[in-house]
């Protein structure tokens, strides 16, 4: 046994007062910070359950013959969403999706910029990139239950923890992306006399959009994977449903849950990537990479 | 040529020495100490790109920088409209230095000043050849119809016409090099860098170009600064050459100068190959003097190659001036002492 040197019970104490002295002053200025993001998440669910179910299927399919010309991914869309409806899923899976949609949208806000000021600075990948890691294997239980302390159970800790888990992908393909641009396109667009702001807006994002969408995409994935542990503390949606098929050792209400969230997974992914294939090949860089 | 006494010049280049690496100023200072750029490179890992060049480009003049891959030719270039920052050293454009510029005079220059031609081509991959070539009249702000118009002109200009809505890749090599040429010419600036701009255009294209290029500027006076290695390049569309060689300038002179007065073996190793009967121009050779109007005649300017066939039925040919007046006189002999002189040893 290593020796016991250090009496660990003071250092835990001190953190755990810490957090008790955070959630009480300002536990009520997160709450403001973060109800934006409720007001989002809150809007986005109204709007896919008012939907009528007909649209959104149409318009997936759709969106799914678009990215792909073909008639296979449409069709695997079409099925997998009736699926849904006929399992009594609809709404859970409205919600899910309206969670994994805010989470990913907020992931953008946030890791686009982030991507772009690290490729920029050494220093600043520096710090980041640790960070990221971090984040990504940090146990999500970790840093659930302080955000849950501090916003009480509720849709906003599940957000949360779903943006911080979905982000780094993100973060780290758009750093990527941007690192990847040929130096003599920028050098040439610098030799013209352009602004740092033309050079990323006209030249720096556009070519670096294809991995920056692989990125978009991973992000979707990984706040789906998020959705049963975000039930936990008040997500609702699918994983709830799987949540209480575990509970109740119902078996069938959790497999039929747990595959509803299969099946958006598999919407969203496919569609995500076969429009950034389709990019990809307009701006010709498939072929530029080999 | 210029009628004013004082040269006007261009791009002035003064002591202009770039060192590559982690502490530039302390391998520079070793450098000014004696240390020689291999042992540099070796102990400090520094690449000197450039050694104390000094020049002075003339208004409207065609200057060539020409020497063998990695002399440093890019990076003296790339001085001129500051893409690399010098270690030490004085670069005037136009009057102006260019060190001191801030940020945003440094941009104004790059839209209205000096424009380059890319010897990687630098195109923007996902835009079709005509926004590429209107790419700089973009960002200086003309209009859309405006630079539209210009960009369709020089793409045919460069033999493009029908390529207009193509994306870069789906062009060749050589084509890709056109579109970085007409998107140079179509920003019409003072001063014109060009890398390599013809490297990869196969012979008859080429040589098409660098009959514009030579039309282009004694239409419109432009100064144009040309790198390039190909020795027979340099010499048919320069005014002036510059050899460079592991970053310093080894020779600076006109095309004849370099051929007939080679300033070392280095330099002799490229006139060797060198067709010099195209290099040379009778008004070097010519015998000056009063003689008698010869039968025939060229002009001062006309190479060793225009006269040769003259020979056939003269003795002498006449050499004129501008104004047709004659100024000098050629014979046979003459242009067969320039074109053996150092010719390698028979044997
Ligand atoms: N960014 C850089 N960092 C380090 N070394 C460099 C850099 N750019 C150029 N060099 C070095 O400077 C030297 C000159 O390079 P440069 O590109 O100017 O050669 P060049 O004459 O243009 O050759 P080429 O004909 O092959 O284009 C080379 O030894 C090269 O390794
Ligand atoms: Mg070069």
Known sequence: ?????????????AVDDALEWVVMHWGGGFEAAAYPLLMLLNILERLLIATPWWAIILLLTGLAWLATRTWRLPAVVLVGLVFIGLMDLWRDAMATTALMISATLA??????????WMARSLRV??????????MQTLPSFVYLIPTVMIFGPGKIPAL????????????????????GIDPAVMEASRAFGTTPAQRLLGVQIPLALPTILAGVNQTTMMALSMVVVASMIGAGGLGYQ???GIGRLEVSRGLFAGLGIVVLAIVFDRITQALGKRLQARIGLAEMRI | MSQQQTADYAIRMRKVTKIFGDAPLQALEMLRQGKSKADLQSESGHVVGLDDVSLDIERGQIFVVMGLSGSGKSTLVRHV????????????????????????????????????????FGLLPHRSVIDNVAYGLETRGVGKADRMQAAAQWIETVGLAGYEQSLPRQLSGGQQQRVGLARALAMDTDIILMDEAFSALDPLIRSGMQDQLLSLQQQLGKTILFITHDFDEALKIGNRIAVLRDGAVQQVGRPEDIVLRPANAHIEEFVRDVNKARAIRVRSIMETGPAEACEQAVAMDARCEDVLPLFADHQWVGVLNGQGVQIGRITARQVIKALARYAPQAG
Not at chain 1, 160 to 176: F, M, Q, S
Request: charged share 25%; no cysteine.
């Open chain 1, 125 to 134: 990948r520096h710090v980041v990139v640790p960070l990221l890691d971090l």
């Open chain 1, 160 to 179: 949360i923890a779903t943006i911080v888990y979905a982000a780094p992908p993100l973060v780290r393909l758009t750093d990527l992306g941007l690192r």
């Open chain 2, 81 to 120: 409209n500051r893409l690399i920052d010098p270690t030490g050293g004085e670069i005037e454009v136009d009057g102006v230095d260019v060190l001191k510029m801030n940020l945003a005079e440094l941009r104004e220059f790059r839209r209205s000043k000096v424009t380059m031609v890319f010897q990687k």
């Open chain 1, 1 to 13: 046994m290593f020796p016991d040197v250090l009496d660990t019970v003071p250092l835990r104490r």
């Open chain 1, 107 to 116: 992931a953008i806000v946030i890791s686009i910029p982030l991507g772009v």
């Open chain 1, 242 to 244: 799987v949540l209480q």
